[in-house]
T-cell receptor, first 111, second 114 residues
Framework: RKEVEQDPGPFNVPEGATVAFNCTYSNSASQSFFWYRQDCRKEPKLLMSVYSSGNEDGRFTAQLNRASQYISLLIRDSKLSDSATYLCVVNGDDSSYKLIFGSGTRLLVRP | EPEVTQTPSHQVTQMGQEVILRCVPISNHLYFYWYRQILGQKVEFLVSFYNNEISEKSEIFDDQFSVERPDGSNFTLKIRSTKLEDSAMYFC????????????FGPGTRLTVL
């Protein structure tokens, strides 16, 4: 089983659409969970951390289900500028600083 | 807003040559990292560094690789004898301290080995 697994997409949606990405991770000892965004040939940039209680930042909502080892990201009212690859990221375990990246889900928002 | 910076942005080298990639982490951060991303693949962890020591490394980080913090601001990755398969984007990152702290990434150095 892959350490962090994501649907590669691409998700092709119109502006204004709501889109959801899912991710599963294999190590139940992981303690930190993130969504990063990566534009083509650029560095990963933190979109949001993910907490057990769920958290929201503007149009973005992240959820974590530790029992199922499942992380989600919901983007509402998609903008053209949301087009990017969204990376699901977890840390190695409760003592590890290593980040483990998924392969990413590509989002294309069309006019 | 403080940023991680990296130089050079692009490095071209011949197979077997040594390269040094440079990074300036965010000034109050204590943990430093190197990751790499081969074109079309996922980002992979190489090494983490704290208090002038390697704290964790991956299987990729073999004897050909080394890291150093030569002064109070720079953090370097050296590849002693480059191979074709070392061609990748190399990202430096830094974080404040704890395991749950966000890691902030630099813009990367694209290494091309010919």
């Amino acid at each position: 089983r892959k350490e962090v697994e994501q649907d590669p997409g691409p998700f092709n949606v119109p502006e204004g659409a709501t889109v959801a990405f899912n991710c599963t991770y294999s190590n139940s000892a992981s303690q930190s969970f993130f969504w990063y965004r990566q534009d083509c040939r650029k560095e990963p940039k933190l979109l949001m951390s993910v907490y057990s209680s769920g958290n929201e930042d503007g149009r973005f909502t992240a959820q974590l289900n530790r029992a199922s080892q499942y992380i989600s990201l919901l983007i509402r009212d998609s903008k053209l500028s949301d087009s990017a690859t969204y990376l699901c990221v977890v840390n190695g375990d409760d003592s590890s600083y290593k980040l483990i990246f998924g392969s990413g889900t590509r989002l294309l928002v069309r006019p | 807003e403080p940023e991680v910076t990296q130089t050079p942005s692009h490095q071209v080298t011949q197979m077997g040559q040594e390269v040094i990639l440079r990074c300036v982490p965010i000034s109050n951060h204590l943990y430093f990292y190197w990751y790499r991303q081969i074109l079309g693949q996922k980002v992979e962890f190489l090494v983490s560094f704290y208090n002038n020591e390697i704290s964790e490394k991956s299987e990729i980080f073999d004897d050909q690789f080394s890291v150093e913090r030569p002064d109070g601001s720079n953090f370097t990755l050296k590849i002693r004898s480059t191979k074709l398969e070392d061609s990748a984007m190399y990202f430096c990152a830094s974080s404040v301290f704890t395991v749950t702290d966000t890691q902030y990434f630099g813009p990367g150095t694209r290494l091309t080995v010919l």
